[in-house]
């Protein structure tokens, strides 16, 4: 199965939706409820990573009988030292960001905590790719 | 401690999702810091929050909370009400800051996260 949504660069309005939409999936599909949430949690990070940092985006989503896949694709200013926004706490994030509740440079560091693997490349001026995998089975 | 409880001990209306009434917490977490909430591993638990605004609705959507607290007379927008009974989140606002919210419940026997 495949799915597709996009997510518009600095919409706050309807950052979530698309997390939003991938947990009502999730649910239909009768996955377990800790995996949901641990992905939805780690999809609703990044969704809102794309809104706060970049143009525009899309997100993927492929269900495989044994994992779930999901890629976060964005057009942006990309990130220039990839090791360094992993560290928790640090955040280039501008003051609208902040005061929608996020911004504190916890992000990716929880996306790392709630997926199964991370996988992060990304290209100064162009954009950042982020795969996230969870496993459907123990 | 039921949500019509925790309406009643914070002499607090409940705006949306009245159905949740019987609704019990088991925890309670107060922030306004939305990226705080979303590492939160708990069910059950229970959201005192000043910061109103669609994504305090999202997190507690992908949290799986089901209800929250807004203190200091913050007010949940139509579209966080939308939002809020679309995903089952009971609401409520309340007029006292978010300490003596806290303390009223902590007296009342709600258990801290951490």
């Known amino acids: 199965m495949h799915f597709e949504y996009n997510v518009d660069g600095g919409n706050f309005t309807r950052a979530g939706y698309a997390s939003s939409e991938i947990k009502k999936l999730l649910k239909r599909l009768n996955v377990d409820q800790s995996i949901i949430k641990r992905t939805v949690v780690a999809s609703y990070e990044a969704e809102v990573n794309i809104v706060a940092h970049a143009y525009s985006g899309t997100i993927y989503v492929d269900v495989f009988d044994d994992a779930i896949r999901i890629t976060f694709k964005d057009e942006g200013p990309g990130i220039e030292d990839i090791e360094q926004a992993m560290q928790e706490g640090y955040s280039t994030a501008s003051e609208a960001v902040r005061e929608m509740g996020f911004g504190a440079g916890m992000g990716l560091s929880n996306i790392k905590k709630n997926a199964d693997s991370l996988d992060i490349t990304s290209e100064v001026d162009k954009g950042t790719t982020l795969v996230i995998e969870m496993r459907l089975n123990g | ?114």
């Open chain 2, 1 to 114: 401690m039921r949500v019509e409880d925790i309406a009643k001990v914070l002499d607090a209306r409940i705006v949306c999702g009245e159905e949740l009434k019987d609704y019990t917490i088991e925890v309670a977490f107060a922030s306004d810091l939305m990226s705080d909430v979303l590492t939160l591993k708990q069910d059950h638990v229970l959201l005192i929050t000043g910061l109103a605004n669609t994504q305090t609705i999202r997190t507690a959507e992908m949290s799986d909370i089901r209800c929250i607290v807004f203190a200091r007379n913050k007010k949940a927008s139509p579209e966080m009400i939308a939002l809020a009974v679309e995903n089952e989140i009971a609401l409520i606002e309340c007029r006292y800051s978010m300490f003596r919210a806290c303390g009223l419940l902590y007296q009342t026997g709600v258990k801290p996260i951490y």
